[in-house]
C-alpha cells in the first residue's frame, strides 16, 4: 500500500496495471521484446500489447525499433525516461518496507518474505 501511496503521491503518469506490467517485463527481462512475445508472456492478445505501448511510447518510456535484419520486426526497449521512472519506483518499494516493529491485526501472521520486493521477485518468476 505504501507503494501505491508514494507512487499517486509521485506525480508520474498514472499507468495501468497492464502498462506497468509491459513496462516492467521490457525494463527488468532479458530482451529482444516483440509485441508478440509480450502478448505471448502476459496471455493477452497483440492488439492489447499495442495500445499499452501506444501509451508507453506516447509517454517516452519505451520506444519501438525496426530489426534492420528482417524489418517486418520491431523490438521494444525501454528509453532513458522510463528506465528513470522504474528507478524511482523501485525506489518507492524500497522506502514503503514495512518497519521491523511487531505487527499487529491483518498483517500479524504475515511474513516479512512476503513484502514488496518479494513479491515484485515471484512477478519475475511467474512471467519468466
Known sequence: MGTLVGYVRSGDPDLTNRQMAILLLVGQTQGPHT?????SRLTV?????TRALNKLASLGFLRRQRDEADKRNIFISVTERGGR???RFQALIERSQPDPAPRT????????ASGPLQQASSFERRIA
Open 85 to 87: 521512472f522504474l528507478e
Open 35 to 39: 509485441v508478440r512475445g509480450l502478448a
Open 105 to 112: 491485526g491483518a498483517l500479524a501472521n504475515r511474513s516479512p
Open 45 to 49: 492478445s497483440k492488439p492489447v500489447v
